[in-house]
């Protein structure tokens, strides 16, 4: 049992027009190497769901400034005007979830189910007025989708080659929930360890969700400390 | 009062607001600034969206972390306590009713406590993330803001014309010269800062302000 590949091999899973569950909030856990990959290879017209779009120039933001998403869904984008100026262009199109519910819609599609019943939004005619709402219980509730990915790109600090998952502190994220959405499911590692090293009360994502682990040779640069998120 | 000064006050003002035990999220702006003014010997645990409870304060330099950010970017320290989530549990904490404060920003905010922080259509729209979620659910939910825009408009108003983040969800306003209560009568004012007159709140607010039995007190 090996799910250890290559990067050229793990990304050619991915085709144009898929829909790619990226983990990752702000910089941790996102997997910096797959997204560089990914640029390269210019597969296009890709539905990305993340929870932003990185900062300026990093990570999602170059496959949008390369013209390769189509459509972001996504939470908030306030720490990246180029992503910005581009949704109000309508260079890329752009859907908003709050961010739990967002998380939830991922959740749902993983768990195989349809979709979930939220009061999030209820009272803000915003969001109310474009969603989909039914009476349940007494009262009225937004009807959300599952979302399910063709393809989830995830960075975690440590697996086994089974794909059994450790994620550092607070880059989990949104990567468990996104390992269990969609159908092919890619984790960059920082190491791998052997079958039966890692401690099974520690695995975050159990091995059954994850597809292929491409261990990193170098941790991409994004990984080093941002002097302007330094006081 | 100078920027930094009337930031201070409203922070030292609503750290009073925190108590042993409490599970507390401090949104971005004026919010991040009111742990400082709570004695160290108060245990209470800080929530951040991206997944960490238990964030402590800032990291000096050369501390930092490449795996441990808040929900704005920036590093962070852990208290004793913390622990880690992913975003489903982490919202779940918030969406179950786990947060037992939370402090946010306004652009508007009503009598009625309807508060309206998130989008100026066609200005400003860089989508909802966490705020209308915690807006929404926390428990108690305390407005921290300067009284007045940058043009010296009222932001605490009879009704907010911008987009809601959510509805009847304000508990608390603090302002840097006064502590009020949204109520179904209406606004009613708590307290007034020291050396403020009762006549400077109401030309500089909105909406009307009732008073309590016993007159406002004085922070």
């Known amino acids: ?231 | 009062m100078s920027t930094t000064s009337y930031k201070d006050k409203i922070a030292a003002r609503a750290a009073q607001e925190i108590s042993e035990g409490k599970v507390v999220n401090f949104g971005i702006g004026i919010p991040t600034l009111i742990a400082k003014f709570l004695p160290p010997e108060v245990q209470f645990f800080v929530h951040a969206e991206n997944g960490v409870l238990g964030m402590g304060g800032r990291c000096a330099r050369g501390q930092e972390d490449r795996n441990l950010i808040d929900a704005g970017g920036a590093y962070v320290e852990l208290v004793p306590g913390a622990s880690f989530a992913d975003s489903s549990v982490s919202f779940a904490m918030i969406r179950g009713g786990r947060l037992d404060v939370a402090f946010l920003g306004a652009l508007e905010v009503s009598g009625k406590g309807d508060l309206a922080n998130w989008i100026i259509p066609g200005k400003y729209a860089p989508g909802i993330g966490g705020a209308m979620e915690v807006a929404q659910k926390a428990r108690r939910l305390v407005v921290v803001t300067n009284h007045n825009d940058r043009a010296g408009n009222p932001k605490i108003v009879e009704e907010c014309t911008l987009p809601l983040t959510g509805k009847s969800c304000v508990d608390l306003i603090i302002t840097e010269i006064a502590v009020m209560q949204p109520t179904r009568r209406g606004l009613l004012l708590l307290e007034i800062a020291e050396g403020v007159e009762l006549e400077e709140v109401r030309q500089r607010t909105g909406t009307e302000l009732l008073l309590p039995p016993e007159g406002p007190g004085r922070f």
Not at chain 1, 89 to 97: A, D
Not at chain 1, 117 to 134: A, N, P, V, Y
Not at chain 1, 213 to 226: A, D, T
């Open chain 1, 1 to 231: 049992m090996n799910k250890v590949c290559s990067l050229e091999e793990a990304l050619s899973r991915v085709n144009p027009g898929d829909t790619v569950m990226v983990g990752g909030f702000g910089v941790p856990g996102t997997p910096f190497t797959l997204l560089d990959g990914l640029l390269k290879g210019g597969v296009n017209e890709l539905t990305v769901v993340k929870n932003e779009a990185n900062e300026d120039h990093m990570g999602i933001s170059k496959l949008v400034e390369a013209g390769l998403v189509r459509k972001m869904i996504t939470t908030h984008l306030g720490l990246n005007k180029t992503v910005i100026g581009m949704m109000n262009r309508g260079e890329v199109e752009v859907e908003f979830y709050p961010q739990g519910i967002l998380a939830e819609k991922i959740r749902a599609g993983g768990a195989g189910l349809f979709g979930l019943l939220t009061d999030i939004g209820m009272d803000t005619e915003l969001l109310s007025s474009t969603k989909q709402t039914m009476w349940f219980e007494g009262r009225e509730l937004i009807v959300e989708s599952a979302l399910k990915g063709d393809v989830a790109l995830l960075h975690a600090a440590k697996a086994d080659r089974f794909g059994n998952l450790v994620y550092a502190k607070s880059a989990m994220n949104f990567n468990p929930v996104m390992a269990t959405a969609a159908t092919t499911v890619i984790a960059e590692v920082e190491e791998v360890v052997e079958i039966g090293d890692l401690d099974p009360e520690h695995v975050h994502t159990p091995g059954a969700f994850v597809d292929h682990v491409v261990l990193l040779e170098e941790l991409s640069e994004e990984y080093g400390i941002l002097e302007h998120h330094i006081i």
